[in-house]
């Protein structure tokens, strides 16, 4: 792209976006009475204008039927999850029937993990990225514990080379070939958190199944962010969080893809639930787990409606819109504010951005390591409208998302760091 530092430049980009209608349909927090300069949808994404709406509905629905309301109306709870499969499917690249809403991550990674890491004496280790989401390596620490080994035997990270702040596929891929048959299972965030470095999910499937391990993925800052395809990269397992790409809201529900070749395994071992049981013979409420087929059989419990009403607003505008042009978007304006950061380091290189440049291995977030004054640019940033985020030790993160954030929100965010202690 010939990308310009102007704002005549940004304001062209955004006036010829075929997504700037969906700006709107959000809500910005405020700033001193004006519109912040919102870049953290990859830890809680705005809110939807339908989503008070869907709530309400739900609301009245449950005042006027109250148990009823399980079986009358457009959508009935007693089948709620289902009316979120079709978009959740179109979303990562899988069948209807490997995904289901339900839980929240942490939990769903524990009951994936039951299924997809069992170990023996010979095939006990996980391998991860180093520096994972911690929620992700408590949950690894304490599976691996479960079974009664220790997570320094068990555990394998793989960290980025000397002098390097993200990884090498090659490294990945040779580190599961080394440990070979002795991996049970390679759990890796598909987008990690810190440095928003983008995975090669295909390949790191490939590389695991060539061992005879299980291959899952945590995609709470994937999904929603990258047009995925579990189904057709053979993964075995992944999991993902609503309310960071996804703008369903705080503790927005989980969604989960199980493989069908796992899926439609009925002794596959797991922990069960009235919910995942064989919808035919739910209710007769008898001894014996018989799982639904598919992903719909890890569920354990009736959808939390409220959630998944929000959720599915949310979902419903990614479907219309499609993870295509919405990466599209991404891949030009990630690309452009990475462009204008740049800018501002040709004297002096004062924004070291660790995020890969390749737009294969990144989604949206930029994550800029920042020297001594890091709190401080942090703060002058928040004083100036900006809402981004600040992980310890030294990173600020900023995520232009394509649903809506502007090409002129990434111009005035770069005015705002070229202007920092000038
Ligand atoms: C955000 C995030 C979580 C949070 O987990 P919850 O159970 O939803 O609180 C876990 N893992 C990763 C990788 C995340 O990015």
């Known amino acids: 792209m010939n990308y310009q530092p102007t704002l005549s430049y940004a304001h062209h980009l955004d006036k010829t976006d075929p997504l700037r209608p969906y700006r709107r349909q959000f809500y910005f927090p405020k700033h001193k009475g004006k519109s912040v300069l919102y870049f953290c949808g990859n830890s809680l994404g705005l809110q939807p ?34 009316f979120l499969l079709p ?3 179109r979303l990562v690249g899988a069948k209807e029937s490997e995904v289901v809403v339900m839980n929240t991550l942490t939990t769903n990674l524990h009951l994936l993990m039951v299924s997809f890491y069992r170990p023996t004496k010979e095939r006990f ?9 911690p929620s992700d390596q408590y949950a690894m620490e304490s599976q691996v514990r479960f079974h009664g080994f220790s997570p320094k035997e068990a555990i394998v990270e793989i960290a980025p080379r000397p002098g390097e ?28 958190y810190y440095t928003g470095q983008f995975f090669d999910l295909g390949k790191i499937t490939e590389a695991g199944h060539k061992v005879g391990a299980n291959v899952g993925f945590d995609l709470a800052h994937t999904a929603g962010n990258l047009p995925l395809k579990l189904h057709d990269w053979n993964v075995d397992f992944a999991c993902w969080c609503s309310y960071k790409y996804l703008n369903s809201g705080p503790g927005g529900p989980s969604g989960i893809f199980v493989h069908e070749r796992h899926g439609d395994n009925p002794d596959l071992p797991r922990f069960a639930g009235w919910w995942g049981h064989d919808e035919g013979s739910r209710f007769l409420m008898k001894k014996g787990f018989i799982p639904m087929q598919g992903a719909a059989g890890w569920q354990l419990s009736n959808a939390q409606i409220f959630s998944c009403a929000a959720h599915k607003v949310s979902l419903d505008m990614f479907d219309k819109v499609g993870m295509d042009a919405l990466r599209e978007k991404a891949v030009k304006m990630t690309g452009y504010l990475e462009f204008l950061i740049e800018n501002l380091n ?16 990144r989604g949206c977030q930029l994550s800029i390591l920042t020297g001594k004054e890091g709190k401080q640019l942090f703060d ?12 310890e030790p030294n990173v600020i993160r900023v995520a232009p998302v394509p649903f809506y954030n502007s090409f002129e929100d990434c111009w005035r965010l770069a005015d705002l760091l070229g202007k920092f202690n000038q």
Do not use: C
Request: no cysteine; glycine share 8%.
């Open 165 to 192: 702040e993200t990884l090498r596929t090659e490294d990945i891929i040779s580190t599961i070939e080394k440990h070979g048959n002795s991996v049970a299972t390679v759990m890796f965030g598909g987008v990690n």
């Open 49 to 82: 204008k339908g989503v008070k709406e869907a709530l309400e509905h739900e609301v009245m629905h449950w005042r006027e039927h109250a148990v009823e309301g399980h079986f009358r109306g457009e959508m009935p709870w007693m089948y709620y999850h289902k």
């Open 125 to 133: 280790k996980i391998i991860m990225e180093a520096g994972a989401f």
């Open 380 to 391: 002058y940033l928040t004083e100036n409208g900006v809402v981004a985020d600040w992980r």
């Open 87 to 89: 978009q959740s499917a």
């Open 346 to 361: 040709k004297e002096k290189k004062r924004f070291n951005i660790i995020t890969p440049s390749k737009p294969q291995a």
